[in-house]
């Protein structure tokens, strides 16, 4: 791969607690414990996966790698130092992938054999002496606190990652931030890969560029999602394939991999795949080219072909409990089988194609306009706001605007209209004329209820009263007689 070889990672990794390892140097500075090396090397980078005692002479078959192995020696015969069974015993550890023997002096031995210095210098096997006064158990309960703090750090890394790259997603430039960000967190550096495997966004700096674009192209020509390989300077490599079928990979080139990386990089993926799904998918292109074509001029009939349907349903909604965002108004458009989302101050309005009618969401309150073509859109979100008044000021899930037949079909639509504008003539030359009409259309639909009127409108009682006696004496009439009430919300269904 252009020069550049890569190893294939292990197909099974090995089989260690899926905990972060701890330093053994950290172990070594617990002041309480005493402990001393005095033998091995003392390489900082010597990591303990856990603690283990064990009195076996081969303890292998107990091991599962990376332990610190305690012993007291209980096992060590009388005659070892004359033959070789140090070096069998401490062969057999590192064999294992032990990571350091820690030796208890005392009660068996009062002090290490030299024999079991020299085995452990000659395989570079960390070799501990563990004083009398302190016991295997306050040593083991030491290793697992040290990695209970590490993993509590490494959930912290990890949690504080995941923020940064939601965050970056919601930016105006989304995939270079997401980008940006997982380099950042990992060290090293992370690349958006093409259906051809070119590099349409990166950043941070790596030397193994041409190694992990290899890994890119060679995981587009499989069947897997993730491909993991290490470059020949020790570079760790990975590629993540975004979305099904899509073409789109990541790829992650790091100095190390810690384990929370893998962890962060799949957030890191997800939301690439969202990012550039949107862009890919026939609906998103289709709804890009719409609001694109609404921008310069074209009317809504002219692109909702492109949104795939001829009539649609406008839908007013409003949460019970929990306050408004992007996140519940997303879920609510995937609940009611839409992705036309907007989200308002104050209420959610979702485009729904209709043909299906759509169900009460649990938590939200919702109201549903007779299903219109795109010229009648505007009607419809007034019908939908309406409806959605009704149904909070009814405490009822779902509301949705009359479309049965009644006294409207009897009426020739031009003759209705010049009597309602004629009716409501009066209060449309108001000042206050949309406040005026909203509030008694609200008023006769919840059939003169001062309370849920206000309510409904979200104002006070009074104000309900004062605006309603103001209607009455525009129209100079009497709101309480049930034939001046019909009249009048025949005229209002009208507008």
């Known amino acids: 791969m252009e020069g550049t070889s890569i190893v294939p990672e292990p197909a099974v990794p090995p089989a260690v607690p899926p905990t972060p390892p701890v330093p053994l140097a950290a172990l070594l500075a617990r002041e309480d414990l005493a402990l001393r090396q005095i033998a091995g090397p003392a390489d900082a980078g010597i990591v303990l996966h856990g603690a283990h005692t064990s009195e076996m002479a081969d303890p292998y078959p107990y091991l599962l790698g990376g332990e610190l192995l305690l012993t007291a020696g209980v096992h060590i015969p009388e005659a070892a130092g004359s033959g070789t069974y140090f070096e069998d015993y ?239 108004a997303s879920a609510l458009g995937a609940g009611l089988g839409s992705p036309l989302v907007d989200l308002a101050p104050d209420v959610v309005r979702v485009l729904v194609p209709a043909g299906g009618a759509p169900l009460p969401q649990p938590g939200w309150t919702l109201g549903v306009s007779a299903d219109a073509a795109p010229a009648d859109w505007p009607a419809a979100d007034a019908q939908a706001a309406r409806a959605l008044a009704r149904a909070r000021a009814t405490r009822t899930a779902l509301v949705r605007h009359g479309s049965g037949a009644g006294l409207l079909d009897l009426v020739p639509d031009d003759e209705a209209r010049s009597h309602a504008r004629a009716l409501l003539a009066p209060i449309e030359a108001s000042a206050a004329s949309a406040a005026l009409l909203e509030t008694l259309r609200t008023w006769l639909s919840l059939h003169g209820s001062w309370d849920r009127t206000a309510v409904a409108l979200a104002v006070h009682r009074n104000t309900v009263r004062q605006r309603i006696a103001r209607c009455a004496a525009l129209l100079g009439t009497d709101l309480d007689d049930p034939d001046v009430r019909m009249e009048l919300w025949f005229s209002l269904k009208q507008q």
């Open 90 to 328: 401490v062969s057999r550890i590192v064999a294992a992938g032990g990571a350091a023997l820690g030796f208890g002096v005392a009660p068996v031995h009062d002090t290490v054999p030299r024999a079991l210095v020299a085995a452990c210098e000659a395989y570079e096997l960390p070799l501990l002496e563990v004083p009398p006064q302190t016991t295997f158990s306050a040593v083991a309960r030491a290793v697992w606190q040290l990695m209970e703090r590490a993993r509590t750090a490494e959930l912290r890394r990890v949690t504080e990652a995941q923020q940064s790259l939601a965050a970056a997603a919601s930016r105006p430039d989304p995939v270079p931030s997401v980008l940006r960000q997982l380099a950042q967190r990992v060290g090293g550096r992370a690349v958006l890969y093409g259906p051809e495997g070119t590099e349409i966004a990166g950043a941070g700096r790596t030397s193994a560029d041409a190694a992990l674009a290899g890994l890119a192209r060679l995981l587009l020509t499989r069947a897997s999602v993730t491909a993991g390989d290490t470059a020949p300077d020790g570079t760790r490599l990975a590629a993540y394939a975004l979305g099904a079928g899509r073409g789109f990979v990541l790829g992650v080139a790091a100095p190390r991999r810690d384990p929370g990386d893998h962890t962060i990089a799949s957030v890191a993926a997800v939301l690439l795949s969202l990012l550039t799904g949107e862009h890919q998918s026939g609906s998103g292109a289709a709804r890009s080219s719409a609001l694109v074509r609404l921008l310069l001029g074209a009317a809504p009939a002219e692109v909702a072909p492109l949104l795939g349907g001829e009539r649609w349903l406008v839908v007013h909604a409003r949460p019970d409990t929990q306050a408004l965002d992007p996140v519940a």
